[in-house]
C-alpha cells in the first residue's frame, strides 16, 4: 500500500516544518475537483453478488489501514467527531491528512488523461492560493525554494518520461524526493545515477563508467566540438560534488574541514539543476538529429556500427 504524506513527511510535520493551512474556501475547491475526478467500480463478491463502488469509499478504507485506525474523525461544526463521509473529513482534517487523501484520490483515476488532467488542475489551485507545495508522480512535494518547480526540472522530467528513459527517469525523480525531504547527499547520488542511466541508454553502454559514457557521447556527434572542454569541466565538478555525497550516503555523515565543505541545499540543487540542464540540452539535440534524419531519409547502413546510436 501506498505511503501517505504525512507518514513520509512525519518529521517534517513534528518539527513544524510544513508551513501550509487550507481555509474552508480552499478546502471546498479541492473538493469540488476530487468529486470531479471520482470513479465508480463495478465489484463482484465471491458469491458472484454484482454491486457499484466509489473511488471515495476506497479511498476511505485505505486511509484506515494506512493510519491502523477503526474510524476517521474530522472537525465538524466546531467538534472533534467521526465521519464516515470522506467529503466531511477532506473539509475537516489535518492538512497533512488532507493531503495523504489527495494522494489516495489520484491512485484510482484510471485513465492517463484523466490523470494530466488532474495534476494541472490540482497544482493550478495550489498556485493560485500560494501553497508551498506541489503535486508531481503522486505525490507532494514541498516548495522549500524556486527550484522546484522551475521550469528546467519540469523539463527534464517530461522529456525523460516521453523519450521512455525509464531508469533515468526513476532517478531524476527519485533525487527530487529526497531534496524535498532534507537527503541532500542521497539527493545528489540519485541526481548523478539518473546522468549515468540516461547516458548508458542514449549511447546503448551498459557497462562503462562515466568517462567512457563522455567520451562516447563526444563521439556520437551529438554535442558541438566547442562543447569538449565544457564536458571536462560538467565531469569534474559532478563527480566531485558525487564523492562528498557518496561518502556522506555511506557512513551517514562526513567529516568536512569546514563548514563550507558541507553537503547542503543549496549544493543539492545546483546538482539536481545541473544534471536536469545538461539532460535537456543533450535530449533537445538528439531529437533535432533525429528529426533530420527522418526529412533527409539518411540510410541506418551509411552509419557505421561504431557511432550508431540506438534508436
Partial sequence: MKV??????KKIIEQDKLKVQFNIGQRNKILFLLNDYEEIFDEVTETNWRYSESSFIKVYQDLLRAYGYTVLKSFVDGQFIEVKQLDKYVLGTKPENLLDTIEFCYEYIVLSEKRQNFVKELNQLLKIDEKPIRFIEGEFFRLDSEFIESEILYKTEKLLKNECFD???????????RLSTGDFSGSIFSANNALESYLKKLLNKKNDNQGALKKALIKSGLIPDYFNGFLDYFDGLLQSVFTIANKSTRHGQLDVPDEKNK?????????????????????ERYIETKHKENINEVSRSDISSDDELPF
Fill in 4 to 9: 501517505p504524506f504525512s507518514i513520509r513527511h
Fill in 167 to 177: 531508469k533515468a527517469h526513476e532517478d531524476f525523480i527519485d533525487a527530487r524526493k
Fill in 263 to 283: 553537503v547542503d541545499e543549496p549544493i543539492a540543487s545546483f546538482c539536481l539543476n545541473l544534471v536536469g540542464t545538461f539532460i535537456v540540452f543533450v535530449t
